[in-house]
T-cell receptor, first 114, second 114 residues
Framework: DSGVTQTPKHLITATGQRVTLRCSPRSGDLSVYWYQQSLDQGLQFLIHYYNGEERAKGNILERFSAQQFPDLHSELNLSSLELGDSALYFCASSSTSGIAATQYFGPGTRLLVL | AQSVTQLDSHVSVSEGTPVLLRCNYS??????LFWYVQHPNKGLQLLLK??????LVKGINGFEAEFKKSETSFHLTKPSAHMSDAAEYFCVVSESGGSYIPTFGRGTSLIVHP
């Protein structure tokens, strides 16, 4: 158990809908990262927050947004969902924001868009 | 720009025999390199990381990797495979210049036969 929690574990929704994925980092970790894992694209970095501020943005679509709250939990919002958004979404946390930071991954949220 | 190539999508070994998972990287700056393992239906777990200190890095569960700058490689090895090593392995590169965005390889599936 990494100490990172993600809810929900599974999510089934329809095209065009909007969903929110939640992540609680390990106690004391200030950094939160979001990733998308799919068969087509592999593991893709989406976005990184450190202590409430956005630090880096990867291959995140305009329809997706994220934020980190004062209590350090983070939410990833996916809107106007398409079939291709079906994937496993991971959150990870680390105590620092540097490139050598060890990231601790949550168990993921499996999203299925029908 | 950075990139990472895992040279084998699948590696099959017998229990008790050595494991070699190959990773080549490309980086314009001094890279940090990581190996993560993902067991079925689980999040990723860090095995080891290289951050410009010793070129031979020892990780958990008997794994180690050697950073070879001249060959731009960071291969993962283990002297003797165990059934519990069967999983997906990801090589990751992150570079110090510019914004921090980790790039993941496509993964290598390690199959261990009894």
């Amino acid at each position: 158990d990494s100490g990172v929690t993600q809810t929900p574990k599974h999510l089934i929704t329809a095209t065009g809908q909007r969903v929110t994925l939640r992540c609680s980092p390990r106690s004391g970790d200030l950094s939160v990262y979001w990733y998308q894992q799919s068969l087509d694209q592999g593991l893709q970095f989406l976005i990184h927050y450190y202590n409430g501020e956005e630090r880096a943005k990867g291959n995140i679509l305009e329809r997706f947004s994220a934020q980190q709250f004062p209590d350090l939990h983070s939410e990833l919002n996916l809107s106007s969902l398409e079939l291709g958004d079906s994937a496993l979404y991971f959150c990870a946390s680390s105590s620092t924001s540097g490139i050598a930071a060890t990231q601790y991954f949550g168990p993921g949220t499996r999203l299925l868009v029908l | 720009a950075q990139s990472v190539t895992q040279l084998d999508s699948h590696v099959s070994v017998s229990e008790g025999t050595p494991v070699l998972l190959r990773c080549n990287y490309s980086s314009s700056y001094s890279p940090s390199l990581f190996w993560y393992v993902q067991h079925p239906n689980k999040g990723l777990q860090l095995l080891l990381k290289y951050t410009s200190a010793a070129t031979l890095v020892k990780g958990i569960n008997g794994f180690e990797a050697e950073f070879k700058k001249s060959e731009t490689s960071f291969h993962l090895t283990k002297p003797s495979a165990h059934m519990s090593d069967a999983a997906e392995y990801f090589c990751v590169v992150s570079e110090s210049g510019g914004s921090y965005i980790p790039t993941f390889g496509r993964g290598t599936s390690l199959i261990v036969h009894p």
